[in-house]
């Protein structure tokens, strides 16, 4: 068994960011496209350990704490937003949001 | 004495001043008339005194005499001008008067009979609206016309003449309420004006060739050397012939000659003293004033002078025959001064001058009181003009009964009247030149100037009244202010002529004769015809005349005979009664022909230099730069604007494409941006 | 057991990094959300074994209590609260699906293929560095990973810190705004 690098966790890094990234994109229901952004996020903070135990240096877990933080925030607002829109519409579909158009 | 001269023509424009100016509305009727009468009166006995002054100092034989001449001041100095005798002079035109032998007779002709009918119309107009305004244009008349013939230049001659012109007019249109006294008034300036114009030429003639307008500057020069004016000068004439004739034209205006006399008749639209006065003794003899004052030059221009004779006879003829068949009074009279304005110049052309000017001032004194009589009768019958319905006035006025007929006489020349004196001199001249055309046309002009005027007398004094009841009761005698100056004009219509005795009595020829100045080398023809054949010939015809006039006219015959006589000759009777339809031919010709050209140069400047000139250059301009203005407008600054809106709108309708709504759409968009930065990313890490 | 104990890492990476990527393509793919936040959860776990694996032990516990047991738990809430009885008939995935598919694999292959190409040195040169800290009086505290990160979090990083805290205020705020019933 080859050992493991850094590599190997950037791989995986990527892997979940193009699954993140492909939900967030490809997905008509909300929450589904919100859990896809914590996807996107974890991938990031994956990236960030492995890089931090190749230089032996703290900062990328620092990074990572930050991230977390951010990204909890971001999914209660989110889902805050969600709520709202559930209200208005009395659907998740991003189909049917569309005042933006035009 | 003498030096007060300059105060004659001054006192009635002062009167003129006070009346019209300064005291108007203010003063009593009485005060206007005393101020009025006043000044002139003043100035008559000025004038009596100034000309025994200067009479006394005229030496008996004429040798060494002298005009007194009296410069006021430089009125206008026009600096160096070109003339063709004395090469550059300095030409500048004082402001004075003289006084010589021609201007004391119409100096005292003028104030004398001036002051008697400025009397005479204290009484006529007392019942009048605009009395002070009568008495301010009487006297600015009476200031004109002494300027007139005081003057010591052509220049101030003319301001005299133009001021009795517009005098003469103001006083026609006295009565501007009615419609025809102003028509009249505009009748008479226009038609003065045809001939000013003429005579404006003859002085620019004169200022041309002698560089200065001054009698004493030109007349006496032109004597001593003849030559001066008789070579070449305008229109195949001779300069003299040149200036003669301009000047006659301009007197032709005046003094109502054949052309321009229309405006004469018309005239007795204005308040009868005026008619009296101005068309009667003084304004229009003003014309003949000119002709004798310029005897120089008519002298050295024979062709001139004939037609000025010519002339003259011919109106005499015509005017007569006219008077015979006219029912107004004052047109009778007025064609009769028509007529004896005629003989003057017929005397003027043949060169008795001193005729022209005796005949002038007896005129003045039986004319005279022939209109102030007339106008005493229309005042009797409150305004009644007609004589068909007058008759048997002899017993109501008797007063201007016996002075009109002293008139009457006095105008059909009957000895012992003024008349009788001069035109029996100017028919002498006319034989003692050998011209009988000249002198028959005189003698039968005689005749019917004694018919007309005794048809008048007849239908107006004899026979019975043949007008209304109103009026009868109406009529009365004049008062004293009318009447008096009426006998003072009598006396002087019987002793003027007696100043004129043919042969070697004759005071008025001896006190003329410095004026006449003979021009060297030129001769007079004389023939001896006896004056006392004349006489005698002139008195028959004269006196046939009256007695045909009495017997259709007279006793208590009426109209009836003389209708009758119309009745045979109704042609020739409605040829003369419309004054031989003179106006209406000039009214077809000139004045249509006039305002059909004023017409056209209206349409011209209307039309052609205002609509197409002006507005078509505005029409252009405007819309030329409007268009212009619009298309670039529309074009180039809208088409800016359009072009950014369509811009605009072509991105916007691109780019709204973007703005789906769909919030995947935009999270594709975001990550597909991402992407490209990782591309630059790249590129720029591998470079 | 050798062989346990000479590739155990190994195993442990490859397991868990299987676990974590199919997990992950089950949230995408799971059409009730439900089940997609359960596939959540489960990738959570997966990354915080991951995080053991590379000697972040403080940062996998935090894994497991913030994102677990925040939120996720705070996921679950909302989705039983959206109540959804029926699941809407439609399709699963968008328009874009197929675009996105391609950019998703685009960033897979071709940029992954791109960044592996990079050469790293030897892994973890100075291991006592992410377990140790120098203390106030300059001796080095070999306390392990949580102190060393508290002590980095509490000195180093201390304004990102308080930003971060404000941060939380600000998005707790905005939560209970846009969760009011107006």
């Known amino acids: 068994m080859p050992e493991i690098t850094t590599h190997h966790f950037l791989v995986v890094s990527f892997l979940l960011f193009a699954i993140g990234v492909f939900g967030v994109v490809a997905r008509k229901n909300m929450i589904t496209v919100l859990m896809s952004i914590e996807l996107v996020l974890n991938s990031v903070n994956i990236n960030l350990i492995a890089f931090s135990y190749q230089f032996s240096d703290l900062t990328g877990q620092i990074f990572a704490i930050f991230t977390i933080t951010v990204a909890a925030g971001e999914a209660a607002v989110g889902l805050g937003i969600l709520i709202a829109l559930f209200r208005l519409r009395e659907t998740t579909i991003l189909d049917q949001a569309t005042e933006l158009k035009g | 004495m003498k030096e007060l001269l300059w105060l004659i023509p001054v006192l009635p424009f002062l009167g003129a001043l006070l009346n019209g100016v300064l005291l108007r509305g203010r003063i009593s009727k009485k005060a206007v008339a005393a101020i009025a009468c006043g000044t002139v009166g003043i100035a008559a006995l000025l004038s009596l005194g100034i000309i025994a002054d200067y009479a006394m100092s005229i030496p008996a034989g004429h040798e060494g005499w002298q005009p007194f001449e009296q410069d006021l001041y430089e009125w206008i100095p026009a600096g160096p001008i070109k003339t063709t005798l004395d090469g550059v002079k300095n030409f500048t035109i004082p402001f004075g008067f003289l006084l010589d032998p021609l201007s004391c007779v119409m100096l005292f002709v003028v104030t004398f009979v001036g002051f008697l009918i400025h009397v005479y119309s204290v009484g006529y107009m007392s019942h009048e609206q605009g009395f002070q305004r009568y008495f301010t244009y009487l006297n600015l008349f009476m200031g004109a016309m002494l300027l007139l013939i005081l003057g010591n230049s052509y220049a101030v001659m003319f301001v005299g003449w133009e001021g009795v012109g517009l005098c003469s007019y103001l006083l026609i249109g006295f009565y501007y309420k009615e419609e025809f006294p102003p028509y009249a008034g505009r009748k008479a300036f226009i038609v003065n004006r045809i001939g000013d114009f003429a005579f404006v030429l003859g002085m620019f003639a004169l200022v041309a060739h002698f ?448 703005q789906t709504g769909y919030v995947a759409n935009y999270a594709l968009v975001l990550v597909a941006g991402m992407f490209v930065l990782i591309c630059v990313y790249m590129v720029w890490r591998l470079s | 057991m050798d062989f346990l104990v000479a590739n155990g890492a190994a195993i442990l990476f490859y397991v868990f990094a299987a676990i974590a990527v199919v997990s992950a393509l089950g949230v995408v793919a799971m059409r009730n959300p439900m089940y997609g936040a359960i596939c959540l959860l489960t990738t959570f776990l997966a990354v915080a074994v991951l995080f053991l694996l590379r000697h972040a032990e403080f940062l996998a516990m935090v894994q497991i209590f913030v994102y677990g047991g925040g939120i996720m738990v705070l996921f679950l809430f909302v989705i039983m609260l959206i109540n959804l009885h029926r699941l809407p008939e439609i399709r699963l995935f968008g328009r874009q699906s197929p675009l996105a598919g391609v950019l998703a694999v685009i960033l897979t292959v071709f940029f992954g293929w791109f960044f592996l190409q990079t050469r790293f040195g030897p892994a973890n040169p100075s291991p006592e560095k992410l377990v140790s800290f120098i203390d106030a009086q300059q001796q080095v505290q070999r306390l392990g990973n949580s102190q060393a990160v508290a002590w980095d979090l509490y000195t180093q990083h201390l304004l990102p810190f308080e930003i971060a805290s404000i941060f939380l205020l600000i998005a707790m705020i905005g939560a209970v705004v846009l969760g009011r019933r107006l």
Not at chain 2, 306 to 332: N, P, Y
Request: hydrophobic share 50%.
């Open chain 2, 211 to 658: 560089g200065s307008l001054k009698y004493t500057e030109i007349l006496p020069r032109i004597a001593k050397n003849p030559e001066l004016i008789t070579g070449a000068g305008f229109l195949g004439l001779t300069l003299a012939g040149f200036i003669a004739l301009c000047f006659f034209v301009g007197a032709t205006g005046k003094s109502a000659q054949i052309p321009l006399y229309v405006w004469l008749p018309d005239a007795m639209a204005g308040p009868t003293p005026v008619s009296a006065l101005i068309h009667a003794a003084t304004m229009v003899t003003a014309g003949v004033y000119m002709v004798v004052r310029s005897n120089v030059i008519y002298q050295l221009a024979p062709g001139v002078s004939q037609l000025v004779a010519v002339i003259g006879a011919a109106t005499a003829i015509f005017a007569a025959s006219i008077g015979l068949a006219q029912t107004d009074i004052k047109k009778v009279l007025a064609y009769s001064t028509v007529s004896q304005l005629g003989y003057m110049f017929l005397a003027a052309g043949l060169g008795a001058y001193t005729a022209a000017i005796f005949h002038l001032g007896t005129h003045a004194f039986f004319k005279a009181l022939l209109f102030l009589g007339s106008g005493s009768v229309i005042h009797a019958m409150g305004g009644e003009q007609d004589m068909r319905s007058m008759g048997g006035l002899k017993k109501a006025l008797p007063q201007t009964y016996r002075t009109f007929l002293i008139g009457c006489l006095a105008i059909a020349g009957i000895f012992p009247f003024a008349g009788f004196f001069s035109k029996d001199e100017i028919l002498h001249a006319a034989a003692g030149h050998g011209q009988w055309v000249l002198y028959a046309v005189g003698l039968i002009t005689a005749a019917l100037t004694a018919f007309y005027m005794f048809r008048a007398f007849f239908m107006t004094f004899h026979g019975h009244f043949r007008g209304t009841h109103e009026q009868e009761h109406h009529l009365h005698e004049s008062p004293a202010v009318m009447t008096i100056p009426l006998w003072i004009l009598a006396v002087g219509a019987i002793g003027s002529g007696w100043l004129g005795l043919p042969g070697d009595w004759n005071l008025m020829h001896h006190f003329l004769e410095p004026v006449i100045l003979q021009p060297r080398g030129v001769e007079v023809a004389e023939h001896d015809v006896s004056a006392l054949l004349l006489a005698l010939i002139a008195l028959a015809v004269a006196g046939t005349a009256i007695f045909l006039a009495y017997r259709i006219y007279g006793g208590d015959r009426g109209l009836e005979k003389g209708r009758v006589w119309a009745e045979r000759f109704p042609g020739v009777h409605r040829l003369l009664s419309n004054k031989y339809y003179v106006d209406e031919l000039y009214d077809a010709t000139a004045i249509r022909g006039f305002w059909a050209t004023a017409r056209g140069l209206f349409r011209f400047d209307a039309g052609f230099i205002d609509g197409f000139l002006v507005n078509g250059t505005r029409n252009l301009t405007v819309n030329a730069l409007s268009l212009g203005s619009g298309l670039f407008d529309k074009y180039v600054v809208d088409g800016l604007v359009n072009l950014v809106g369509t811009v605009l709108d072509g991105s916007s309708r691109v780019f709204r494409r973007l």
